[in-house]
Each structure stands twice: as structure tokens, then as C-alpha cells.
């Protein structure tokens, strides 16, 4: 029969001793490791007739034996170490993976050497994680929503973000599956979480430079250089990069208009130039034991401009004619984002509990200048001389409030809720030829504000079940309006429920498996549902429709676990799904969405993610998935494979070899079929100078696979495209390492509430 051992560690004025590593051993042989939560409390699985030694360690306190048995130990009592850590090397006794309720933790640290790797490079070996070489993340076979300190980043920020983040600031990653109740419900998959190091004095940063092989004649450099410096009441960090760059592709399109048996390719050769800048600076401040304050300032400054070479082609099929065209088109567009958030967290227990409040406002200008020029060899109606320029401003402010309380008898209590209200003003005017004066225009005012709340409750009813659930509500109230006409008007509000529950069950030390069901929504942009009439060629157009409607997805989930390996099993079902359509008037083909019909998809999954031997450290991620669409246009099932296979290898003296290559067959995506891809990256890494300077080589794409062809067949248009990008790239980097004698900082108050790490 299987008991535990449970115990608390503190030091000597009573104050818990949080993430100490705890090994149990019998007759000398490792039978456990189990790390303490943030209140210095461990419990490890036990027989309840054998006597076991148990040692406990933590940086910056002196090493505790002693022999026990299954059964409240008590208060165990640490001292300290006064020994300074100056450049000492710890070497962990977590596990690299492990399971905390309803989270899987990565634990970064156990990875070794960590110098010269960014946060996106890490993400690739944690379980279920996928990294795309375009910067894309996905959780399992969905895009993740990714959270550094339980704050949620947006899609651009978050690629800006985790290319910045040094990976030797990360204390660890937690992997959901799906979102819980205390998040968003618009969260469609999984989610990352990303909780930095604190608790460090000192001065520590880093400057690094990234190159990478001419594209167009064009080397694409990134330079950095972040720091980090803290005492034990507050820190300070920021950072800055700027990166130049330039892109291109090839691209061709073939649309099959079925109504007048025209037909119109075109191939496209485009160039990207691109010249950011990504700025961050934080501070955090300690109160006291109990209550923290932080302030982070974080924004990018981007400006692309965007140049086409198009030839065309339009022809009819009966009777036999052709029409040849030479298209110049020029894109030129900026766009600025900055980000301010406030956070304040109150601990007001020594269970755990806490209460937080985090605010978050950010705002987002941009502006476009679109020149196409299309000239035909003789059917002169058809000769496009347009000029579409536009701009918007955007800005949102959220606020969330979360309550925990921790209980006796293990039961905790979760409550909290969100506001938040976007706004965004947009302008398109279209000019013909060298006028001044549009002969199109339009304004529309949006304003979007959504009100959320839950509440939840969760238990550990054994040591080996663990169950929560909870209840969100969420209502949502649209408004936009034309300056054009008083009657373009949209106007939506709707409130939504959406439960969460989660069971998991320990069968044994090696075996664990859980069950997880949860519903999300899909509120469609705003350029989905406005009247903008935008022009993809003279035959092709695509519009808003305002009644469009939310997506609201259920999911299900079972998960089993024995030692290194797991396996998942979903089940999505969406019943009204948002699906393009296509009609046409007066000889044009316009392209809008629907709610049409339903979608549903199931899954399986295998991850293995381990250190086999010491030298060797892989993640290997395969699904399988079966979609169903009974109302498509195109295929309505379809089964398809992604799978993502990372190697790393150390090889002493010499260095670290990463090898990686993922792909995926054949799928469904909404209306249209994608053909599968694959690609391969292989890159190399030395230190020098005790780690000091790091030194990174590296080939994207090694075998230039990496490309997209997509087919759609509706009923009055056949589509077929083709894009290549210069994906396969020689890239380099150089980082430069320097610290101060850093310690740990005792004093400072520790848990996983964000305020206490960077923001």
C-alpha cells in the first residue's frame, strides 16, 4: 500500500524555504525526486512499512539528511550557507519534465548549458511543443497562446518577445493543453506559460549579434543586448534590438472563374525590406514578504515596405483568347506598437494564497500606401491605375483581477474576472491614376468591449487525484459605424457560458492519466464583418459580412502518462463554423465568409521528451488527425499526420549539436486543401571563456522543402496557389556573457504569481 512522506522546510525565523529538491533513497538507490511548491511543502509516494533517507537540498542553505517513514515529518529546518555563488555550477535533481496538477512542467534549467540560446530555441524541447521555422508555436496540432509571468502576449509581440528572452532567464515553461477557466475563453489550443528566473542580485546581461546568408543581394543582421541588475528588494531589466532585413518570394495563382470561362495566372516575384525596432524595460519592487509591485514599458517600432514584380495572364477559353499583362505593384507601410503594463500582488497567507491585479494598455498606429499598376496588352478596360491608401489606429486597455485561497483539507478556491475595451478607427481611400481626389472612400469606428468572470474550485482528494472545475461567462458588445452612412451600422452583444473541468489520477509512479473538457470561442475580426470592399484583381473582390457570427468550439481531452512517453486523445466539434463563400455579380467574383454547416476533428498524439543518456536530449512529437466537414465545398474528411522530431547532442570539449526536422501531410484548412511539407534545420554551438562568449552556426531549410500549395474549389471559382520563400538560409550568431557575483536572494518572496518575476 502507497502512503507519503510530507514535510515542510523553513528556515530559523519560520519563513518557507520555496522549490527545494527532495530525494528519497532506499538501501542507497534512488527511489524519488520531488521538488517543494512556493510554501516549502514536499510530499512524495512512499511504502508505509520501509525506512527511506531523505536528503534535501536548496541553493544558499546547507544540505539536511535524515531517515523517515511514510508520514507527516514535520517542519524540517534549514541553515543557511553564507559561501558566496560566484560562476558555480549547479546541477539539478528535477526531473526535465513533470506533472503539477493540471499543468506540465519543463523544467529549463535541467537542460545543461543554456549560453547563446533564446527562448524560441528552448521551446523546442518542450513536450508537445512545435516551433515552425517561420516563428509560428504550436501546442499539439493547434497555435498556442503564449504567457510570459501569467501575462498573455499578443502574435507579434510574443514572436518579438521570445526572440529576445535569453533562455538562462528562464526558471521553466508549463504547458496546457487547453486553456483553463481563469483564461481567456477565446483561446482556441494550448497554452504557454513562461516563468522567468528572480531572486538574483547582482548585475548580469548580454550583447549578441545574429546574421544570416544575402537574400536579393542582402545580408539580415539583428544586433542585442539586454541586462538584468537586482538587490533584494527590486530589480531592474530591459533590452533592445534592432534588426534589418530583407525577405522575398515567389508565388503563383490560377483562378478558374467557372461563370464566363476566364481564367487569370499570375506569377509574382516579391521583395520585403524590413527595419524594427524592439524595445523592453521593467522593474519589479518588494514591499515586503507579502506584497509586490512591477511596471513594464515594451513596444516595437516596425517599417516594412513591400515591392512586386506580377506578370499576368488572362485568357478565355471559348472562344480562344488571350490577354498578356505587366504588373508593378509597391507596398510601403509602418506601423508602431507599445505596451504598458502594472501589476500588484498581495500574498496574505502562508498557504499560498494571493491576490493579483494586472493592467495592461497598448496602442497601434499604422499606415499603408498600396501602388498596383496593371496594364494589359489590348484589353485596355481592364487596366488597373489605383492607389489604395490606408491607416488605423487601435488602442485597448485590460484589466484582471485573481483570488486564490488555499483551504485545509487541500481545497482551494479561484475566483476573478477581466475587462477588456478595444478601439480602432480605420480609413481606406482609393485614388485612380494621378488624381488627389478618391474615388472610393470609407471610415469606419469600431469599438469592441468584452466583460469576464469565474469562479472554480479544485481539490487533491488523495495524494493521487487531483480535480478542478470552474465556470466562465463572458459577454461581448460590438459596435461599428461608417462615416459614410448613418446606416452602416454594427451592432452585437451576446453573453456566452463556458465550463472547465479537469480530473487526473496517479496510478503509480510511473503511470498517471487525465481527463479535461472545456469550450472556447472564435469572435471574428472586425475585417471580417465591415462593408470594405477591397479589390484583389478587376474580377476578384473580397467584402465583410456584418451578421457574421462567433465560433464556439467544444473540446475533450484524455491524456495518459507511464514515465517519459504520453498520449493524448482529442475531440473538437465546432457547429457553426465561419466558411468562405463566393458569389457573383455583374461579372464579379466576390469573396466573403459564412456561417456554414460544422466541423469536427479528432486526434492522436505520442510525445516522447527525456535525456536518455547524459550526452543526448530529444523531443519527438507525432499526431495523427481526422477533420470532418460535412457542408464543404472541397474534400469533407480527411485524415493527416504533424510530427516534429528535435535532437540535441553534447559532445564534450567540442561542443552542442541540435538537429531538428517537422512537417506535416496533406490537410483540410477550413474551405481548401493544403499539400504537405517538411523542413530540416541543423545548427552547431561552442563556448568559450567559462562560458563567457558563445558562438552559434547554424542551416535553415538544409534541403529547401519548405513551401506552400493550397487548392480551392468552389462553386463558381477553382484556386490554385503556389508560394516559395527563401527559406533555406546560413545563419550565425555571437553572444557575450557578464555578470557580477550574483547570489541567490532569500529575502525576497517567491511563488508563481507574476510580480514577483519579471513581468
Request: with cysteine; glycine share 6%; charged share 20%.
Amino acid at each position: 500500500m502507497s502512503q507519503s512522506i510530507k514535510g515542510r522546510l523553513t528556515e530559523k525565523n519560520s519563513k518557507p524555504i520555496p522549490f527545494a529538491n527532495a530525494v528519497l533513497l532506499k538501501d542507497t538507490v534512488v527511489v524519488y525526486v520531488a521538488g517543494c511548491d512556493n510554501n516549502g511543502l514536499f510530499n512524495i509516494v512512499a511504502n508505509n512499512t520501509d525506512v527511506y533517507k531523505l536528503k534535501i537540498s536548496s541553493i544558499g542553505y546547507k544540505a539536511h539528511e535524515q531517515n523517515c517513514k511514510a508520514g507527516d515529518i514535520g517542519t524540517i529546518i534549514l541553515e543557511e550557507d553564507v559561501t558566496m555563488l560566484s560562476e558555480a555550477v549547479v546541477k539539478a535533481n528535477r526531473p526535465l519534465v513533470t506533472q503539477e496538477q493540471d499543468k506540465t512542467i519543463f523544467n529549463v534549467k535541467t537542460m545543461g548549458k543554456l549560453e547563446g540560446m533564446k527562448a524560441t530555441d528552448v521551446l523546442q524541447y518542450a513536450p508537445r511543443v512545435i516551433v515552425n521555422p517561420t516563428g509560428g508555436i504550436m501546442v499539439g496540432n493547434t497555435a498556442a497562446t503564449v504567457f510570459v509571468n501569467n501575462r498573455q502576449l499578443s502574435g507579434d509581440e510574443a514572436t518579438n518577445y521570445l526572440e529576445n528572452l535569453d533562455a538562462k532567464d528562464i526558471e521553466r515553461i508549463e504547458i496546457q493543453n487547453t486553456h483553463g477557466g481563469d483564461k481567456d475563453a477565446s483561446i482556441q489550443g494550448g497554452v504557454i506559460n513562461i516563468i522567468t528566473k528572480s531572486g538574483i542580485t547582482g548585475l548580469s546581461g548580454n550583447v549578441s549579434l545574429y546574421a544570416s546568408t544575402p537574400e536579393s543581394g542582402f545580408y539580415n543582421y539583428r544586433p542585442n543586448a539586454g541586462f538584468y541588475w537586482g538587490t533584494n528588494n527590486w530589480n531592474i531589466y530591459g533590452s533592445y534590438s534592432y534588426t534589418q532585413a530583407r525577405s522575398s518570394q515567389y508565388s503563383e495563382t490560377l483562378n478558374d472563374y467557372l461563370h464566363n470561362n476566364t481564367s487569370h495566372f499570375t506569377t509574382t516575384d516579391y521583395i520585403m525590406h524590413t527595419n524594427s525596432h524592439v524595445y523592453k524595460i521593467g522593474s519589479v519592487f518588494t514591499l515586503n514578504k507579502k506584497h509586490s509591485v512591477g511596471i513594464e514599458f515594451n513596444g516595437t517600432s516596425n517599417n516594412p515596405k513591400q515591392s512586386y514584380s506580377t506578370g499576368d495572364i488572362l485568357y478565355k477559353k471559348s472562344p480562344a483568347e488571350s490577354d498578356n499583362a505587366v504588373a508593378n505593384t509597391t507596398y510601403k507601410s509602418n506601423s508602431d506598437y507599445y505596451n504598458l503594463v502594472a501589476s500588484y500582488n498581495w500574498n496574505f497567507d502562508t498557504l499560498g494564497s494571493y491576490v493579483r491585479f494586472l493592467g495592461n494598455y497598448n496602442n497601434r498606429n499604422s499606415y499603408s500606401r498600396n501602388m498596383l499598376n496593371t496594364v494589359y496588352s489590348h484589353w485596355t478596360d481592364n487596366n488597373i491605375y489605383e492607389t489604395n491608401i490606408s491607416d488605423a489606429d487601435g488602442k485597448n486597455f485590460s484589466g484582471t483581477a485573481d483570488f486564490v485561497k488555499n483551504l485545509p483539507g487541500k481545497w482551494s478556491i479561484r475566483a476573478g474576472g477581466k475587462y477588456l475595451t478595444s478601439k480602432r478607427d480605420s480609413r481606406l481611400n482609393t485614388f485612380e491614376g494621378q488624381n488627389t481626389t478618391p474615388f472610393s472612400s470609407s471610415e469606419w469606428d469600431y469599438t469592441e468591449q468584452i466583460a469576464g468572470g469565474y469562479i472554480g474550485l479544485s481539490k487533491n482528494f488523495t495524494d493521487n487525484i487531483f480535480a478542478s472545475a470552474s465556470i466562465r461567462a463572458e459577454n461581448t458588445d460590438i459596435e461599428g459605424k461608417s462615416s459614410d452612412s448613418e446606416d452602416e451600422k454594427l451592432e452585437k452583444n451576446y453573453t456566452n457560458w463556458f465550463p472547465y473541468f479537469y480530473f487526473s489520477h496517479k496510478l503509480s509512479d510511473n503511470w498517471s492519466y487525465n481527463l479535461v473538457y472545456t469550450k472556447s470561442i472564435y469572435r471574428p475580426a472586425f475585417s471580417l464583418m465591415n462593408a470594405y470592399s477591397n479589390r484583389f484583381s478587376d474580377v476578384l473582390y473580397d467584402i465583410g459580412n456584418p451578421d457574421l457570427k462567433a465560433e464556439l468550439t467544444d473540446m475533450l481531452n484524455l491524456t495518459f502518462n507511464f514515465k517519459k512517453h504520453s498520449s493524448s486523445l482529442y475531440y473538437k466539434h465546432t457547429p457553426n463554423v465561419i466558411t468562405e463563400y463566393f458569389y457573383v455579380e455583374d461579372d464579379i467574383t466576390y469573396h466573403t465568409n459564412i456561417n456554414y454547416g460544422k466541423t469536427s476533428s479528432v486526434t492522436l498524439d505520442y510525445n516522447y521528451n527525456d535525456k536518455p543518456v547524459e550526452w543526448w536530449q530529444v523531443n519527438f512529437y507525432i499526431a495523427g488527425f481526422y477533420t470532418h466537414i460535412p457542408k464543404s465545398y472541397n474534400k469533407t474528411e480527411k485524415w493527416s499526420v504533424n510530427a516534429s522530431w528535435t535532437n540535441r547532442f553534447f559532445i564534450n570539449h567540442i561542443g552542442e549539436l541540435m538537429f531538428n526536422i517537422n512537417g506535416y501531410t496533406s490537410t483540410i484548412r477550413g474551405n481548401a486543401y493544403q499539400k504537405g511539407t517538411y523542413t530540416t534545420n541543423i545548427s552547431y554551438s561552442r563556448s568559450f571563456f567559462k562560458n563567457k562568449l558563445n558562438f552559434r552556426i547554424g542551416i535553415n531549410d538544409i534541403f529547401n522543402t519548405m513551401k506552400v500549395r493550397v487548392n480551392n474549389h468552389v462553386p463558381t471559382l477553382n484556386y490554385v496557389f503556389y508560394a516559395k520563400n527563401l527559406t533555406q538560409q546560413f545563419w550565425c550568431s555571437i553572444t557575450y556573457n557578464f555578470s557580477t557575483k550574483n547570489k541567490v536572494n532569500k529575502s525576497s518572496v517567491k511563488n508563481d504569481n507574476p510580480i514577483l518575476n519579471r513581468l
